[in-house]
């Protein structure tokens, strides 16, 4: 996220996401380098789940842990880089650290979650100065589709999550596997400002929830518990 930027979140019926990036495509450019992908996500957690407590609290102050790799959307196939993704909250202000990692994806994507190499996650985390009270570990993998836009009018930066489920679980965290998409997708609009420009209304005529209320991580977690 740029200094300065504002970032709002919607969220919609899955079922219509087609219908949304149709409507973009017509509104909007693709993204130059990143149209349309598969996200991979592995999020960790302590033990006493205090990162999902913090959002399910609606805490002033949040963290986020993830491991994160990016696939085609037409192939499947996955891109070697993979990332450690930090991100904190409080209140509105936002920041994300990003780190390109010294393996490939496939170090994150073809092990059991519940691998103890996944520790070492804890002393990357100390070696880039981000010291946690407890140790963390995956609790489970989230996968789902992107596509991203820009709209020239504004400079503003659109995308559409959809297709969200949990592709892995770690047990000894979570105690089922349920690989059925969630019922929402997310829109998401950066830009410079905290408002949706005008031609956006579809957007808010079909929202179910207000801006900034969805989390990937605690709304799988809810769906696995359910």
Same mark, same amino acid.
């Given at each position: %996220? $740029? =200094?300065g930027?504002?970032e709002?979140?919607?969220?919609f019926s899955?079922?219509?996401? #087609? /219908?949304?990036? $149709?409507?973009?495509s017509?509104?909007?450019?693709?993204d130059?380098?990143?149209?349309e992908? %598969? =996200? &991979?996500?592995?999020?960790?957690?302590?033990?006493?789940? %205090?990162m999902?407590?913090?959002? $399910?609290?609606?805490?002033?102050? @949040?963290?986020?842990? !993830?491991?994160r790799w990016?696939?085609?959307?037409?192939t499947?196939?996955?891109g070697? *880089?993979?990332?450690l993704?930090?991100?904190?909250k409080?209140? !509105?202000?936002?920041?994300?650290?990003?780190?390109?990692?010294?393996?490939k994806s496939?170090?994150?994507? &073809?092990?059991?979650?519940?691998d103890?190499?996944?520790?070492?996650i804890?002393?990357l985390?100390?070696? @880039?100065? =981000?010291y946690?009270? $407890?140790?963390?570990?995956?609790?489970?993998?989230?996968?789902y !589709?992107?596509s991203?836009? #820009?709209?020239?009018? &504004? *400079?503003?930066?659109?995308? =559409?999550d +959809?297709?969200?489920?949990? &592709?892995?679980i770690?047990?000894r965290?979570?105690?089922?596997?349920d690989?059925?998409?969630?019922?929402?997708?997310?829109?998401?609009?950066?830009g410079?400002n905290? +408002?949706?420009?005008?031609?956006?209304?579809?957007? #808010?005529?079909i *929202?179910?929830?207000?801006? #900034?209320?969805?989390?990937?991580?605690s709304?799988? /977690?809810?769906?696995l !518990?359910?």
């Open positions: %996220m $740029q =200094i930027e504002y709002n979140k919607f969220i899955n079922f219509r996401s #087609n /219908i949304v990036r $149709q409507y973009l017509k509104q909007c450019l693709p130059p380098l990143y149209a992908g %598969m =996200i &991979s996500s592995i999020y960790f957690d302590t033990y006493d789940e %205090m999902l407590g913090e959002k $399910q609290n609606s805490d002033f102050k @949040k963290i986020k842990i !993830r491991l990016y696939s085609s959307l037409t499947h196939k996955s070697d *880089a993979l990332y993704e930090v991100k904190r409080t209140g !509105r202000a936002r920041q994300k650290e990003r780190y390109l990692l010294p393996y496939d170090w994150a994507a &073809s092990k059991f979650l519940c103890s190499k996944y520790f070492s804890n002393n985390l100390t070696a @880039k100065g =981000i946690l009270n $407890q140790a963390v570990f995956p609790v489970l993998q989230i996968d !589709r992107r991203r836009y #820009n709209d020239t009018l &504004s *400079a503003a930066r659109l995308s =559409i +959809s297709d969200i489920r949990v &592709s892995r770690n047990p965290m979570i105690g089922r596997l690989r059925t998409p969630l019922k929402y997708a997310v829109f998401e609009h950066k410079r905290d +408002s949706l420009p005008d031609w956006l209304y579809m957007v #808010n005529t *929202a179910v929830g207000s801006k #900034n209320s969805f989390s990937k991580y709304r799988c /977690i809810e769906h !518990r359910e």
